[in-house]
């Protein structure tokens, strides 16, 4: 691949990734599209939630699963950070906790590819003390 | 946090919730002076003087979740063990700047870390933000700005893994300039 430096090598590019982005849009439907969300407070940052969500991105694009990875702020689990949410289409989001590389792989491959579910899922209803 | 480029995440994320539109982030190493300065300036909402006040405070929060919030307070005390300071100003309706000071050669000043990486993230995730970032040097100077980047790529949507890639190789090709 050749090195980009400035836009006017980006603009070189732009048919290339044009061409990528138009064979997601084919099969695109936003409805069907899964959403992965990471939780990036300040303790999900220093438990290393960009690494995490780094890696996701990465892999959901090598593997050809058509995922939006996104962050949300805080979700108030700080005692499981890294905290990752997934939505699938039509589905309840489910947030995995603890979640390192070897987790993620594991929410690609057995959650998202076959709906297995996994360790360490926190419980939808678990509220915090101030809601209560 | 492990460094600097992670603390600059973390208060980002701050201006992204306040609702900004325009987001700066400025850094400028000196090694005559010995400094590393990083600002971060928003347009978002602002925060009146008495929460300007408290934010630094481990035991102020505006989050409803729990009762600390240790964001800023951590960036604060980074900068000021380094020898450096931290300041930060806010009006309500205008927007926000965080200033903080690092001693460059300080030994505890934390590295700065994978700001390409960070920069990445934070553009991929809040694509509809303008992000102005400027990285100087000692003179050298290398600039991002999603402005520019929009235009060329002409609505091809910048949270695309594809081309989140090629930004992000080609920032970090110009820091490596701009660093050595």
Request: no cysteine.
């Amino acid at each position: 691949m050749t090195k980009i430096k400035s836009l006017a090598d980006l603009k070189k590019m732009k048919s290339s990734l044009q061409s990528q982005v138009a064979l997601r849009e084919k099969s695109d439907n936003p409805e069907g599209r899964i959403l992965v969300r990471v939780g990036m407070g300040t303790s999900g940052i220093a438990s290393g939630a960009k690494q995490v969500m780094e890696f996701l991105i990465d892999e959901l694009e090598k593997r050809n699963v058509d995922a939006i990875v996104t962050q949300t702020g805080d979700m108030g689990y700080s005692y499981a950070e890294p905290t990752v949410e997934v939505t699938l289409p039509g589905q309840e989001p489910i947030v995995f906790g603890d979640v390192d590389q070897k987790k993620a792989d594991d929410i690609i491959e057995k959650y998202i590819k076959n709906g297995e579910l996994l360790d360490g899922i926190i419980p939808q209803n678990y509220e915090t003390i101030d809601k209560k | 946090m492990k460094d600097l480029s992670l603390h600059i995440l973390d208060v980002v994320q701050n201006s992204v919730s306040a609702g900004a539109k325009n987001i700066v982030v400025s850094i400028a190493e000196d090694t005559k002076k010995d400094t590393l300065t990083i600002l971060i300036q928003d347009d978002g909402k602002g925060m009146a003087p008495d929460v300007v006040a408290r934010v630094t405070d481990p035991y102020y929060t505006t989050r409803t979740t729990r009762h600390v919030g240790l964001g800023l307070p951590l960036f604060k005390q980074n900068a000021e063990m380094s020898d450096g300071l931290f300041h930060i100003e806010s009006q309500v309706g205008r927007g926000t700047v965080v200033k903080a000071v690092f001693g460059h050669s300080h030994i505890d000043r934390p590295p700065l870390g994978d700001m390409a990486g960070v920069l990445m993230m934070l553009v991929g995730s809040n694509p509809e933000i303008e992000y102005y970032y400027k990285h100087t040097k000692d003179g050298r100077e290398y600039v991002f700005d999603t402005r520019e980047v929009k235009e060329v790529l002409e609505g091809l949507p910048l949270n695309e893994p594809a081309v989140l890639r090629q930004l992000k190789e080609m920032v970090r090709e110009n820091l490596r300039e701009v660093e050595s």
